[in-house]
């Protein structure tokens, strides 16, 4: 089944402590991207990747790494998460390097930083 | 960069009635213009997209516009069913080509 999974898809932890959200899709798509979801925001976008080893920000990068090792591999890293960092998140792919293509959906990592 | 402006932000309607959002974009460059539906808990799902060189799009009871003079394109939902109630957000595709915008999302209730 196509699809893109997120791991954790819960977590709550504290300020400063390291922590990696994981995203792959097995669809083989070139383009990769990382959002957050606050309520009245709508979807912002964090990071994207056009291809393996091709990472640029998005709109609200600060706070946030990303690594594209692999193509289906796209990991969300925070150094030293803080409470504005409490949000929902989530990773998409589309099929190629322009994202004038369908974006699919993980179903979503809820961060809570206390 | 490109901006989306989406309206309503909520709307209800009776089960039948046809529902209506709009949606304007700033980049006159923008050529590809999404709707997702977000049920609650859920993921953001694609449920239409048009392209630039199209004016309309149809599927089913789902149909989008896109006027591109007025830099506006709409959804348009008929003979709404209570499963329809959702979020639904617009995005269009960023000046660059790297990024969909999207707007801050509309929040549809159907009522039987």
């Known amino acids: 089944e196509a699809q893109v999974t997120q791991n954790p898809r819960y977590l709550i932890t504290v300020t400063g402590k390291k922590l990696t959200v994981t995203c792959s899709q097995n669809m083989n798509h070139e383009y990769m991207s990382w959002y957050r979801q606050d309520p009245g925001l709508g979807l912002r976008q964090i990071y994207y990747?056009?291809?393996?080893?091709?990472?640029d920000k998005g709109d609200v990068p600060e706070g946030y790494k990303v690594s594209r090792k692999e193509k289906r591999n796209f990991p969300l890293i925070l150094e030293s998460p803080s409470p504005n960092q409490t949000s929902l998140y989530f990773c998409a792919s589309s099929l190629s390097g322009q994202s004038n293509q369908p974006q699919h959906f993980g179903d979503g990592t809820r961060l809570s930083i206390l | 960069g490109e901006n989306v402006e989406q309206h309503p932000s909520t709307l209800s309607v009776q089960e039948g009635d046809s529902a209506v959002i709009k949606c304007t974009y700033s980049?006159?460059?923008?050529?590809?213009f999404p709707w997702y539906k977000q049920e609650l808990g859920k993921r953001p799902q694609l449920i239409i997209d048009?392209?630039?060189?199209?004016g309309e799009k149809k599927d089913q009871r789902i149909a989008v516009t896109l006027n591109k003079t007025a830099k506006h394109f709409s959804l348009h939902i008929t003979e709404t069913q209570p499963e329809d109630s959702a979020v639904y957000f617009c995005a269009a595709l960023s000046q660059a080509g790297t990024a969909l915008i999207f707007g801050k999302g509309t929040t549809l209730s159907v009522s039987s």
């Open positions: 990747s056009m291809n393996v080893e091709v990472t």
């Open positions: 048009i392209r630039s060189n199209v």
């Open positions: 980049d006159s460059a923008s050529n590809y």
